[in-house]
């Protein structure tokens, strides 16, 4: 699965099933295509494949063969449930229910392929289920092995080849897509094509369009995809569902390094918006994808985190109380930590200050209105109890050693879910709810199984509804093929 798209420039290739993007959904699409004896080419935009992919660290499953072996109860009625109940049932259950029910057999498809799952963790304390399959290398895993199946499947990959549009024969059905090299245009002829281009993070003007929480304050963490495949489905007459989902990853300096970003939403930090005010439970930070819905809420969505010498202490000397995934996990001693503060505070996002009256400059309030939020708050802490938002009173310690620390924290995001409008079997859907032949999609692109907060009880649920959904849309478009 290697051939690069510049190399070839031809006029016209043919094949059976066009997939487009080589992630999460179109890795398994395309594998899974040629499992189903389907001639497949792969199109893939940037010069490797994976997309955020092969940053992801773990995906969900119910009674999936891991779970079975750790003993972990995680039904899938249970699944099914919470991930409805989370959304008030606004999304379409068939969809949710054949990504559950398929969940532990792609378990087993990736582990019959080499993929090493080592541990299913909390991905909070007490989560009630545990879901999350975490990969022995990271998603990078999940993609290699998938590149090297689909090599050995006769899967013809085209790097650095961009889907620019559907074809379709004038009377509704789709029969390739054009593809777009730095050589120019050519035609890929398919009697169906899967859309998986990971959405539309880095469009600016469809963010604005769809997503009614966003502004430029945010910062994207992912790759910052462009909405290829959402508007070439439109373009060929897809419906959409879901529309306006950005999956926020809490809040965090922009660009700092990720040392800064697990301080930015530690438990015992507060937030205070730019009025100078606590707007928060801070320790609802266990759960990222929420506690950032609070920071959006505050004007111009963004907060500053605060916290002082003895915290910052702590975190070097007996470690950071809850980490970021397993890219930190928690109890890590950031050693590093001062420098970073020190380079941050250099460039303008960080101000490190002998006193709060100096830090509320910064902020451009007037002292005495965050030296009463302080002192409400260490008053709380004194207390034992927060008689404002009720946070844990583990996470209560007053702020009084100086020097004190503020980090002008705005809402990062991961990518955006929803789009393109499926039922259960991938296949796209036109405005009067019928399937546009031969045209399926599948990952991130698509809208129907996840609502307006990403849903981190069930973890991992992003990049499994995604090598799912890429299977389900293969099966399908190899049974569309047959004529079935
Ligand atoms: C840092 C990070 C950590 C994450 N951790 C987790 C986790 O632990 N658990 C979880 O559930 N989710 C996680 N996610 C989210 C997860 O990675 C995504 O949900 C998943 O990768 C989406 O799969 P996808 O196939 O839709 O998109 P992607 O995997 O991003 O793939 C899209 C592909 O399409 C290609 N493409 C785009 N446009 C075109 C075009 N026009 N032509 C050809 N190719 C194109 C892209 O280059 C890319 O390769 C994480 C995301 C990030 C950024």
Redesign the pocket.
């Known amino acids: 699965m290697s051939t690069k798209g510049i190399a070839m420039n031809p006029e016209t290739l043919d094949t059976q099933i066009a997939v ?7 890795l398994a699409a395309a594998v899974a295509a040629a499992e189903n004896a389907a001639d497949v080419i792969l ?4 010069s490797s ?5 092969a ?6 499953a119910a009674e999936s063969p891991v779970q079975k072996r750790f003993k972990i109860d995680a039904q899938r009625d249970v699944i099914f449930r919470i991930a409805m109940d989370h959304a008030h049932w606004k999304l379409d259950p068939r969809i949710v229910r054949t990504f559950v029910d398929r969940s532990a057999d792609t378990i087993q498809w990736l582990e019959d392929k080499g993929v090493v799952f080592s541990r299913v963790p909390h991905y909070y304390p007490n989560q009630r289920i545990r879901t999350w399959h975490l990969l022995s290398r990271g ?1 990078i895993e999940l993609v290699e092995i998938l590149v090297k199946n689909g090599q050995d499947l006769g899967v013809r990959m085209l790097k650095e ?3 620019k549009r559907l074809l379709t024969d004038g009377k509704g059905n789709i029969t390739g897509v054009m593809a777009d090299t730095q050589e120019g245009e050519f035609k890929i002829t398919a009697k169906s094509v899967i859309i ?4 539309y993070a880095g469009n600016k003007e469809l963010l604005k369009k769809y997503c009614p929480q966003y502004n430029e304050n945010m910062f994207c ?3 910052p ?1 462009t909405g ?2 959402l508007l070439m489905a439109i373009e060929a007459g897809a419906a959409t569902e879901g529309l306006g989902l950005i999956q926020f990853s809490g809040h965090a300096v922009p660009g700092a390094p990720v040392d800064l970003v697990a301080v930015a939403d530690e438990l015992n930090t507060v937030w205070v918006n730019k009025k100078g005010e606590r707007f928060t439970d801070e320790a609802t930070s266990y759960h990222r994808f929420e506690s950032i819905n609070a920071v959006i809420r505050q004007p111009d969505s963004f907060c500053y985190t605060l916290f002082d010498e003895r915290i910052k202490q702590n975190i070097i000397e007996k470690g950071i109380i809850k980490g970021v ?1 397993t890219v930190i996990p928690p109890r890590t001693k950031l050693t590093g930590l001062g420098k970073a503060l020190e380079l941050e505070a250099d460039k303008g996002n960080v101000r490190i200050a002998g006193s709060w009256d100096e830090i509320a400059k910064w902020i451009g309030i007037k002292p005495a209105v965050l030296k009463a939020t302080i002192d409400e708050y260490n008053a709380f802490c004194d207390d034992g109890y927060d008689r404002l938002f009720a946070k844990d009173r583990r996470y209560l310690d007053a702020l009084r050693t100086p020097p004190y620390y503020a980090l002008r924290c705005y809402p990062r995001f ?2 955006t879910i929803g789009g393109i409008k499926i039922n259960h079997r991938m296949e796209v859907l036109d405005n009067n709810d019928n399937p546009i032949p031969g045209l399926y999609a599948a ?3 698509t809208g129907g199984w996840e609502t307006d907060t990403y849903n981190a009880i069930l973890s ?5 509804f ?1 090598v799912n959904s890429g299977r389900i849309a293969a099966e399908n478009a190899a049974r569309y093929m047959m004529g079935e």
């Open positions: 487009v993007g080589a992630g999460a959904a179109g199109l893939e935009k940037r494949p994976g997309g955020n992919a940053r992801a660290e773990g995906l969900l998603g080849t961009t889907a998986a281009t990971g959405g963490g992912g790759l995809y290829d495949g995934g991961l990518s990952g991130v692109d991992g649920t992003t990049f499994a995604s």
